[in-house]
């Protein structure tokens, strides 16, 4: 499990590349994914448990959700094909999870592949979360003195947002 942790621990730094290229927020600001992964599963905790969906599970989902990326590191969508991406990033968790007695490993693939394939309620929440959670840091960056940061990363997210409450907070965050 040692290798598992200290592997995980990588998270803590990496750097959203997002941040760093297109909003040009200096690297000691910089979120890391580490960070991006803790508020997405306290988002995930609040909304799942408000909707009446499993939260135990769409918290597990977001603190897996890049995990691979301590490998990996963080793509930008510009830089990598969708299908290269996910080939990649399957490949590292598979490496990642290996390091765990099996019925962790097999446990923790399965939530991952649900997720990554929105394959429940919880998966797709957790995705639509993950867009929602970039818009909050992006709010919180301009809250920061960094400028004309929300409406560029709002139009990306907002496609992939269907839910009505987490719509709702977009919505709000533009306020």
Excluded at 35 to 42: G, I
Excluded at 44 to 51: G, P, T
Excluded at 81 to 92: G, L, N, P
Aim: aromatic content about 10%; hydrophobic content about 40%; glycine content about 4%.
């Amino acid at each position: 499990m040692l290798e598992f942790f200290t592997t995980a621990c990588r998270l803590k730094r990496v750097k959203r590349k997002g941040w760093l290229v297109k909003a040009k927020v200096c690297r000691e600001d910089a979120e890391s994914v580490a960070d991006h992964s803790y508020m997405l599963a306290l988002m995930a905790m609040v909304m799942a448990d408000a909707k009446g969906l499993d939260s135990y599970k769409a918290i597990r989902m977001a603190l897996l959700h890049d995990l691979a990326e301590s490998i990996t590191g963080d793509y930008m969508p510009e830089e990598i094909d969708e299908k290269s991406k996910r080939a990649i990033e399957h490949d590292a968790m598979l490496r990642l999870l290996n390091t765990l007695p099996g019925g962790l490993r097999d446990e923790y693939a399965r939530l991952w592949d649900e997720y990554a394939n929105c394959r429940s309620d919880e998966a797709k929440l957790v995705h639509e979360l993950d867009k929602a959670e970039m818009v909050l840091q992006a709010r919180c960056y301009e809250d920061m003195g960094y400028r004309d940061v929300l409406d560029r990363f709002y139009t990306y997210a907002e496609p992939y947002v269907y839910d009505k409450i987490v719509r709702g907070l977009l919505s709000s965050l533009l306020k």
